[in-house]
């Protein structure tokens, strides 16, 4: 094999050059020559040549071998060197040895030189990497320190039988605050940084790990030399030889004082929240019953005092209240309830209770909003909590004749709420710390002005626990504008394949790359009864984790992208929105600690079976709506519809049988516990009526049957655009054939009966029933009610609904206020609009005791309620 | 008008709602401690119960489950008045088996017409 060769010669002879040529061609070398006779030549050529093997003559004229050796050391390049003499001398050669050449030949017998060149290129080649090798090891070790730096956390490796050092790395000096000689390798040096209360406890939990009882994972405390003491949390595997011998432990150390800072302020700030409430009681309680006179009359004076008393109690209230609310933001505990909510009514109750305090003022307090806009997936008491401290901090600023006023408008996908006001304003310098809690701004008009100075902090966490932000613009003697943009849910996931708008079902969120993956781990989930929603990234992920409020969160990690979820599965647990949502990991690498340890609930290494999935969300707490082992027989012409209804019912673990017509012979045989039947309107005989009456049947249908003109047999009726979504389909089947008959199944009678109920037993407790009656426009209450009992997950379930008559339904709600009476109503018009696709003609609300005091009456007052009365 | 049994350890806080219970023609029983209340419980037979959870000697949970795991016809409604306010501890303490919850501080306007509505 031929080799190309650069060659630098520094040789004055021609001949001996031609020479060495014909020499190197013949061992096989395809060579490059440049041949040098002065120091200037030689480093023209090192630079412009770069040769890879350089070789020298001994004797020349104005240069010599030595000091062509020294330049090329000097250059600090690394070319083998091979001096050539014409003579033996020993001397010489030992020398030139000594000074770094790679070998002396003579140039009578050059026989080696090829061997030679060829081993000094390899060692050449050997040193090379070995120097990248030892450049990516430090970068990488660097990299480590690094990463450790920024992480707080370093790492240490103990050998368990002392026959090596303990180990640390730079961090864990770091964080013990030594420098990196600090530390004699000895492990109980590490220990005595233990603080003496915690050492007990560190040292039992080393012996359990090492005897392999549990896994070493612990917090404590470690003093530092200067006698300061932080918090560090401790994990560590411990490694075994094949016979199960501990033989070292490894382990990480992270420093997480500032963690448990902020633990112990939010507790701080939630205990002492609760502990103002009692002596609070008394002085508000007191005072109320000062201020009701309930124990004889007070003179002007005294009544002016105890209001004053009672005033700042009320404020002291408020403060605290906010105090709890800010520490469970900053304790990630804030939970949002968010519900498809009519921000009309949101505004409303705020408009209500501030109207008062504006007239108090003389000011004008105006709330304006558009006519046409669509209910907002909020919650809506936080929402009232931001409207209500914007609106009130408004009118405290505002000077009497001023004036106060929200406006909202929905623009693409974002909903802007704007708060403006004609007060005081704020002072440019002031603007960047409003939002921060405590920072009451001072000056503003010579301290009339108290607050709570937690109001606006807590407003914009609420604000962006919504996934909104919040924004001011002020100008000093004119104003402030509070402006807040929430995202609006429908249009930010238009592109993922959820139907938010008809969603009923609990929905499971997956996160993975792997498409296919997650496919058929979604295939799995929607025949448990689950719909599914699938984000390719964490980033995706978190935002619909955030927006959908999934039951639970899985992540599906392939190797590469191991780190990423990691990092996910701890943002999940700090997104105060989310931190609830139980997240199971599934992954092929085996390490369930670490999953555990940021926050899963639960681990399964692939590939997992649908009866892990089944069982791991048993665990979790999640109901799966598995029908294994239904026995489920599909009546109905063969066609796509039919094929897709037997994948998702072979998905949902059922037992199938099909036939185009039911033959009541063959009921006996083989016994079934369930008929799916494929209605299509050009086959009128499918022959169901030959089914046995117990025998539970869902019908796929097209068209309600009611509006068909068809008399129906038992079971449930289910539309063919929905009911073939598994998710639904699985729910509806466990629902009928398992014999849960949906309390909605019911008949005006048993309405009646119900209410009566409901009236005595509210008789007795003092509280109101509502009667929520909705009108439809055509006489499908019945079809309509089996639809929303097959679905019935938006309603709350002590609340009673059942048919009232042809096209009525009515919603009996025990002990609710005006409030939740009117967001049950909202649901119901949705459940309609979902499942129906219709628009109640009329809703009423009536109310035991107000508007009658028996069931019938009740009853009699629904259908005459004048529509004019009607609150929608 | 009932018999009344507070159970609460905050003497300002007895004191209203004795004098706004009282003034409501109910006969208020008070003790400041588990035990005390249990015996309390057995000389006085009350009609209904405020307890105070965060009493000290015990508890206020152990002793509502020990008037819960009492033979009937002891079902006696048992009220939470407490500090923890929130609906996580609403809803914990409404678990544990209250039948109503009130956090401190109460509004006089409603307290007496609410633990009205538990007396038959």
Request: glycine fraction near 8%; hydrophobic fraction near 40%.
């Amino acid at each position: 094999m031929t080799v190309p060769l650069k060659i630098l010669l520094v040789e004055d002879s021609l001949d001996a050059a031609a020479k060495l040529k014909l020499d190197l061609r013949r061992a096989d070398f395809d060579v490059q020559w440049l041949r040098v006779e002065t120091a200037a030549e030689l480093r023209e050529g090192l630079k412009g040549f770069k040769p890879s093997v350089i070789l020298s003559d001994d004797e020349l004229p104005r240069f010599s071998a030595a000091a062509a050796l020294r330049m090329v050391q000097e250059s600090g390049l690394d070319i083998p060197f091979i001096v050539l003499s014409e003579t033996a001398g020993e001397d010489g050669a030992v020398e030139m040895l000594k000074a770094g050449a790679c070998d002396y030949l003579l140039k009578g017998n050059l026989a080696r030189l090829g061997e030679v060149i060829r081993r000094e290129l390899k060692g050449v080649l050997t040193r090379a990497e070995r120097d990248d090798f030892d450049a990516a090891l430090r970068k990488t070790q660097k990299y480590l320190e690094r990463t450790q730096e920024s992480a707080r956390l370093g790492s240490w490796i103990y050998t368990l039988d002392g026959s090596q050092p303990m180990i640390w790395s730079k961090e864990t000096y770091r964080i013990l605050g030594l420098k990196s000689d600090g530390f004699d390798g000895n492990p109980e040096t590490l220990f005595s940084f233990t603080h003496p209360e915690d050492r007990e406890r560190v040292s039992e939990a080393r012996q359990q790990a090492i005897r392999g009882e549990v896994a070493y994972q612990l917090d404590h405390r470690v003093v530092l030399r200067d006698g300061s003491t932080r918090w560090v949390h401790e994990e560590a595997l411990v490694e075994r030889d094949q016979s199960g011998k501990p033989l070292r432990m490894v382990g990480s150390v992270m420093d997480i004082t500032d963690l448990k800072a902020s633990q112990f302020k939010s507790k701080f700030l939630a205990n002492m929240s609760h502990e103002l409430r009692t002596p609070l009681n008394a002085v508000i309680g007191f005072s109320e019953l000062l201020e009701q006179e309930m124990f004889g009359p007070l003179s002007p004076r005294q009544k002016e005092y105890v209001q004053n008393i009672l005033t700042s109690g009320q404020h002291l209230l408020s403060l605290v209240n906010d105090v709890l609310d800010i520490s469970k933001v900053e304790a990630g505990r804030m939970e949002l309830v968010r519900e498809w909510t009519s921000l009309a009514q949101v505004t409303e109750s705020v408009d209500r209770i501030l109207q008062s305090l504006a007239r108090k003022k003389r000011l004008t307090l105006k709330l304006s909003l558009p006519e046409d806009l669509p209910d907002v997936f909020i919650d809506p008491i936080r929402m009232k909590q931001v409207l209500y401290n914007l609106l009130a901090n408004g009118i405290k600023f505002t000077p009497e004749g001023g004036m106060v006023g929200l406006s909202v408008c929905l623009e693409g996908s974002q909903l802007h709420l704007s708060v403006d006001d004609t007060g005081i304003g704020i002072p440019a310098d002031q603007l960047s710390r409003l939002f921060q809690p405590f920072e009451q701004i001072r000056n503003r008009a010579g301290g009339e002005h108290e607050g709570t100075g937690l109001g606006l902090a807590l407003t914009k966490s609420l604000v962006e626990l919504h996934g909104g932000t919040i924004s001011v613009r002020s100008e000093v003697g004119k104003g402030s504008s509070f402006q807040v943009a929430l995202p609006m849910r429908t249009a930010a996931l238009a592109d993922f394949p959820v139907e938010l708008e008809t969603r009923d079902e609990d929905l499971i969120l997956v996160v993975g790359d792997d498409a296919a993956a997650c496919e058929l781990l979604a295939r799995h989930i929607r025949a448990l009864g689950f719909a599914v929603a699938v984000a390719g990234s964490s980033e995706s992920g978190l935002q619909l984790a955030g927006e959908l409020r999934p039951v639970a969160i899985i992540l599906d990690l392939q190797t590469p992208q191991i780190d990423e979820g990691w990092a996910m599965v701890k943002r999940v647990k700090n997104h105060p929105a989310i931190v609830n949502v139980p997240v199971i990991v599934f992954s092929v690498v085996p390490e369930p600690n670490r999953a555990l340890y940021l926050g899963a609930m639960d681990y399964l290494v692939k590939p997992q079976t649908r009866d892990d999935l089944i069982e791991c969300l048993a665990r979790i707490g999640v109901t799966t709506y598995s029908l294994d082992g239904l026995r489920v027989l599909l009546v109905g012409r063969f066609n796509a519809d039919l094929a897709t209804l037997a994948t998702n019912l072979r998905d949902a673990g059922c037992h199938l049988r099909a036939t185009t017509r039911l033959d009541p012979y063959e009921f006996p045989q083989q016994p079934v516990d369930l008929l799916v039947a494929n209605v299509l309107p050009e086959d009128d005989e499918l022959n169901l009526g030959a089914a046995p009456d117990s025998l539970p049947i869902i019908r796929i249908v097209d068209l309600p049957s009611a509006a068909a003109g068809q008399s129906s047999k038992g079971g449930a009726e289910v539309l063919r655009a929905d009911g073939l979504r598994p998710e639904r389909l699985v729910r509806l089947i466990k629902g009928v054939a398992h014999g849960i008959e949906p309390d909605a199944l019911t008949s005006r009678a048993k309405l009646i009966a119900h209410l009566r109920a409901s009236i005595l037993r509210a008789e007795g407790e003092s509280k109101k029933v509502a009667v929520i009656s909705v009108r439809l426009p055509q006489a499908r209450a019945a079809s309509i009610l089996e639809w929303i009992a097959a679905v019935k997950t938006r309603l709350r379930p002590e609340d009673f609904l059942a048919l009232a008559g042809d096209n009525d339904l009515a919603l009996v709600a025990y002990g609710v206020d005006e409030d939740s009476a009117a967001r049950l109503s909202g649901r119901l018009k949705d459940l309609l609009w979902t499942v129906g696709k219709m628009r109640p003609s009329r809703i009423d609300v009536l109310w035991y005791p107000a508007n009658g005091k028996s069931a019938e009456d009740l009853m009699l007052n629904c259908d005459r309620t004048d529509p004019s009365e009607a609150r929608p | 008008m009932a018999r009344i049994l507070l159970v609460e350890d905050d003497p300002l806080s007895r004191r209203l709602l004795r004098d706004l219970l009282t003034h409501r023609g109910h006969q208020l029983f008070e003790a400041t401690t588990a035990d005390e209340a249990r015996r309390q419980i057995e000389s006085v037979r009350p009609q209904l119960i405020l307890l105070d959870v965060q009493i000290p000697g015990g508890g206020g949970e152990i002793l509502l489950d020990h008037i819960r795991t009492r033979e009937p016809p002891n079902r006696v409604p048992v009220l939470a008045v407490t500090a923890l306010a929130g609906k996580h501890h609403e809803e914990r303490l409404m678990r544990l088996g209250f039948d109503a919850y009130f956090s401190k501080p109460i509004s006089t306007h409603t307290f007496g017409p609410a633990v009205e509505s538990f007396l038959k």
